[in-house]
């Protein structure tokens, strides 16, 4: 049974038309190519509060959601990552809501045990996961003027599961590439260039090995990339890909690649820019988005920032207002990217990962008094 908390929704009339705050932390509003289902009504959002410190920064994202009196409200469930598989219930709210908000699911290792992140995106056909990494001002990086998007497919190549022993001692594990699924991620990173007046599209790949299967995977993405003649775009390698992001991570704007890849990019893109904890991120598919933190990395914490309550809740924070730009209201999103932005530019609440010593209700604090 879900347990539903309503924030409060007075003066949401007026709050929408408000223009959003004029400061230096402002920047360009960022229109995602993703499904539109708001039309200006409070909506319900799936809640799933997940492992480790899921439910310590989801429970930060509810508080500031209240406090900025948000037009969404939560249905929240208890899924956890060792469960068998992700309950019927949770799939039915997400259907029926078409948005939810996740925090971190732990993943058994080995053991035969699937993971439920991969039954959530293949169950929901959430076959774009993105990740936009980039400088935060007043959070020091070794590399500037970082802002590059990672859009990887999210539904097949080696996530497929597909193992099996062949005779003891000797597993098969089936890597699976399709046109169908290359050609929409393709087109869902030109979109998403498009309409963000971004300049470049990086395919990353590793067909001078993988021939037919990245090969395939790069034919698709250079069939997409004419009918966009305005957008750069050209192919790397994935092990050059990594090379170049350390050491010139500035030179790449958005990048699409195949399921593990993608992961390891974003990942690496992630460290670069500043960290797992402040990068936000989504899994989208035609019908339904599931917003959460960018990297997977550290999504679930250890048990030590549990106990001392520091998790980062900045990566769940920025998720949560692209989740309410894609419920179409932008208003909302840039008033809470401001106040992140403004207290990770002050630096006086930072968590630990950061170079701070706040805990999470201390941050969470400063973003709520920051929205004023």
Known sequence: MASRSIPVLKKLLSSSHTPSPCSRFTSRRSVTYMPRPGDGAPRAVTLIPGDGIGPLVTGAVEQVMEAMHAPVYFEKFEVHGDMKK???????????????LKGGLATPMG????????????????????????????????HQNVDIVVIRENTEGEYAGLEHEVVPGVVESLKVITKFCSERVAKYAFEYAYLNNRKKVTAVHKANIMKLADGLFLESCREVATKYPGIKYNE??????????????????????????????????????????????????????????????????????????????????????????HLQFPSFADRLETAVKRVISEGQYMTKDLGGRSSTQEVVDAVIAALD
């Open 86 to 100: 992700v309950p019927a219930e949770v799939i039915e709210s997400i259907r029926k809501n078409k948005v939810c």
């Open 111 to 142: 053991g035969g045990v699937s993971s439920l992140n991969v039954q959530l995106r293949k169950e929901l056909d959430l076959y774009a996961s993105l990740v936009n990494c980039f400088n935060l001002p007043g959070l020091p990086t070794r």
């Open 236 to 325: 790397i390698i994935v092990d050059n890909c990594c090379m170049q992001l350390v050491s010139k991570p500035e030179q790449f704007d958005v990048m699409v690649s195949p399921n593990l890849y993608g992961n390891l990019v974003a990942n690496t893109a992630a460290g670069i820019a500043g960290g797992t904890g402040v990068m936000p991120g989504g899994n989208v598919g035609a019908d339904h988005a599931i917003f959460e933190q960018g990297a997977s990395a550290g999504n679930v914490g250890n048990e030590k920032i549990l106990e001392q309550k520091k998790a980062n809740p900045v990566a769940l924070l920025l998720s949560s207002a692209m989740m309410l730009r």
